[in-house]
């Protein structure tokens, strides 16, 4: 399937694990402008870095402008962009109209890119941002396959990008004011705290000015907890619908959680078996998935028995080196002598199993016990593991 899968970066780190695993194309915030302000982000010289990692494999990376802008963030936006373009970024978010104007203006030769927060849900409007220069539309997650398809078929010569894995919003593609009021944080700013994901109690008044709870369960309830979307199961539709660029969701998301979702979306859009596949986003944490609205309206979107599902394994370990017979790897989870470990892997390393034996630490005393977080330990390994390499354990 020849598609763009694009991933995450929150920051350089997470770049290069996208990349390794398997993404065509990053999308990742600065320090100024994006509505991840919580993220670690980009400073102007980890910007260069990164884009210049991804350019040297062949991949591409698109920087978010995509805040709803006020006066005072004009004055420094042009030369954002035009220090964006001088670095050759491949694409900018942007959703604000007055930012769009700018960045034409100011850097002419980047791409633009419109956010999922302009709520771009129908083809006339489709048409305009492709008149007013944009080369991609990035979908409001509320649309229909059938949607999408009548919109390629209105605007063909413009790119349609969709989220296909990842959180979901209770609002309309993140145009949110509830952190804003509840805690004076602006999801439309990038500082949302989303508090859709918190537990709420439900009261209601009695005739006699009392109160009582209406919980969902003994957890309470969860009624403004959106499920994570999951479309593994339709990416051919999704393309035929005129969809070319496949988006996971996740700047604010873990090394292992971004490395498992790409390496799904990887190997499913190379060929591999959908059911194994499927398992596989099992491993990571998640909550219940649901396919939101491509089929029509979809009233059951609502993670109402809690707010995030464990994941079937424990992230164990990042493997630094393998040679003479011995993985080396960075502790992340407390791991034993006598454990059986799984590897994930972009390579054909992935899911074999590895038992831990004559486990030592840095110095290379034996251990028993791999305790120490981010101590570098060491094991007998007779499979060929690669630097960047992710060990497991199921649960």
Known sequence: MN???LAPAGNLKKLKVAIRYGADAVYLGGKAFSLRAFSDNFTEEELQEGIAYAHERGKK?????????KNEDFEALPAYFRMLENLKADGVLVSDLGVFRVLRESAPSLSVHVSTQANTLNKEAARFWKEAGASRVVLARELS???IREIHDAVPDLELEAFVHGATCISYSGRCLLSDYLTSRSSNRGECVQACRFQYELRAREQGGDWFSLDEDERGAYILSGKDLNMSAHLEELASAGVCSFKIEGRMKGEYYLATVVNAYRRLLDGADLALMQRE??????????EFNAYGRNADTVSYTDNKTEGA?????????HRNGRVFAEMRGRFYEGDTLEVL???DAF?????VRDLRDGAGALQADAKRVQEIYSFECPTVLREGDILRRRK
């Open 3 to 5: 598609c763009e899968l």
């Open 61 to 69: 990376v698109y920087v978010c402008a995509n805040i709803f802008a």
């Open 145 to 147: 396959i059938a949607e």
């Open 281 to 290: 986003l099992l491993t990571a944490s998640h909550r219940d998935y649901t």
């Open 313 to 321: 394994c424990d992230f164990i370990a990042v493997v630094t080196d």
């Open 345 to 347: 892997s972009p390579t």
């Open 351 to 355: 899911l074999k199993r590895v038992v």
